[in-house]
């Protein structure tokens, strides 16, 4: 908890990656805000975002439910974590994961729960509207860095209008398959 009392500390502070949805269509016009001020961030914008809503959202889902299923992820065609993880790299990403599991009464042991519950990445955890964001393979190293910027703007922009948020970096296991979204569901 921070002892700073300011709007932008406030909404850092309130946000969280949220797993669990209402089902409430965000309008189009709302989705637009936050796009844009997505764009605003102090960077170069490098990335694609892919806009699914229903029946695009649930198409992409069940189109790629097949190739989960069968547990085939795919060549991953950029490192997400050092190999070898140091030390305090693993416990930054297993305190989470151990506190997700729990809170949802998933046991340490319990694989085919969390096998399950990992399986709801990929279908975006029932969202009514979901964003691949994507980078082209021809940007430097350093344009992660600026898209890690604009997914933050996008995030701190859904929960200045009270959408909830969570990244999933889940899809790129199947980073192929994604690649077909059509043109025009990009933003």
Same mark, same amino acid.
């Given at each position: 908890?921070?002892?700073i ?12 990656s949220c ?6 269509r ?5 989705m ?8 605003k961030?102090?960077i170069?914008?490098p990335?694609?975002f892919?806009v ?17 299923a069968?547990?085939r992820?795919?060549?991953?065609e ?7 993880m140091?030390?305090?790299?693993k416990d930054r990403?297993? /305190?989470?994961?151990y506190a997700? +599991?729990?809170s949802? &009464? %998933? ?6 729960g *969390?096998r399950a519950q990992f399986a709801?990445?990929?279908?975006f955890?029932d969202?009514p509207?979901?964003?691949i964001v ?7 190293a350093?344009c ?6 604009s997914?933050?703007?996008l995030?701190? /922009?859904?929960?200045s209008?009270? +959408?909830?948020?969570c &990244? %999933?970096g889940?899809?790129a296991?199947?980073? *192929?398959f994604?690649?077909?979204?059509p043109?025009a569901?990009?933003r």
């Amino acid at each position: 908890m921070t002892s700073i009392d300011h709007p932008l500390f406030s909404l850092l502070e309130s946000r969280h990656s949220c797993r669990k949805y209402l089902d409430e269509r965000i309008p189009r016009a709302t989705m637009e805000e936050i796009l844009t001020a997505t764009r605003k961030a102090p960077i170069c914008n490098p990335g694609i975002f892919f806009v699914l809503s229903d029946p695009a959202l649930q198409a992409f889902c069940d189109e790629l439910a097949p190739h989960v299923a069968a547990e085939r992820p795919e060549q991953n065609e950029y490192g997400y974590l050092p190999k070898p993880m140091p030390p305090f790299l693993k416990d930054r990403q297993r /305190a989470p994961g151990y506190a997700l +599991y729990n809170s949802l &009464g %998933i046991a340490r042991r319990d694989i085919a729960g *969390r096998r399950a519950q990992f399986a709801s990445n990929y279908r975006f955890f029932d969202v009514p509207v979901g964003i691949i964001v994507s980078i082209r393979r021809d940007m430097g190293a350093g344009c992660y860095m600026d898209l890690g910027m604009s997914i933050l703007a996008l995030m701190l /922009a859904a929960k200045s209008l009270d +959408y909830a948020s969570c &990244g %999933i970096g889940a899809f790129a296991n199947y980073g *192929r398959f994604v690649h077909r979204l059509p043109e025009a569901s990009r933003r």
